[in-house]
């Protein structure tokens, strides 16, 4: 959910700049804020004992993101961490609570961004089951597309194939396997190391 930059510095919101790969929050902390990217980038992860880290998701700028935690009292489920430098705004969980009781148009589309972001976490459920490699890629690179403000045939993928590992729980080697195969088939291209979609 995007809310307009005016009204949330107009209720006290802040903006804060992160460095690549600073913490914004971590796995099962407590969740006080409501953050927006103004521009930059966050992966939402877990991670074992052993290191291996699966991205729960992706924002890019004027998405929001660890909303859920705020609307019923949980800690978050996964480490927010910036994949670039960012900014973001925080607004604190309070003063957001009364901006969407305030303004009941926010509270439709709080509902429809859950929802959105409920849907897409079903979709990609549905493409981590399917074992084969080229099918999870694919959901991957279809979810980023969406997301994708631009209009033309192929984008940039500003992922490495370790992030796209770490979203579709694959090894780093199969990602790169797969997408010079896709490559090969015409479904992605992949220039000077680059991928587009």
Known sequence: ???????????????EKYKKNETIFDENGTAHFYYQIIDGSVRLYNSNDDGKEFTQDLFINGDSFGDASLLIDKTYPSK??????????KLTKEKFLKIIEEYPYLQKKFMVSLAQKIHAKSETSSGIINQKPEFRIVAFLNTFKRKSVTCSDRVLVPYTRQEIANFTGLRVETVIRVCT?????????????????
Request: aromatic fraction near 10%; glycine fraction near 2%; proline fraction near 0%.
């Open 1 to 15: 959910m995007q809310i307009d930059l005016d009204l949330l510095f107009s209720w006290g919101a802040i903006a």
């Open 80 to 89: 927010a961490v910036s994949l670039k430098d960012t900014t973001i705004i």
């Open 181 to 197: 195969r896709m490559n090969h088939l015409n479904k992605v291209e992949i220039i000077n190391h680059k991928l587009y979609y």
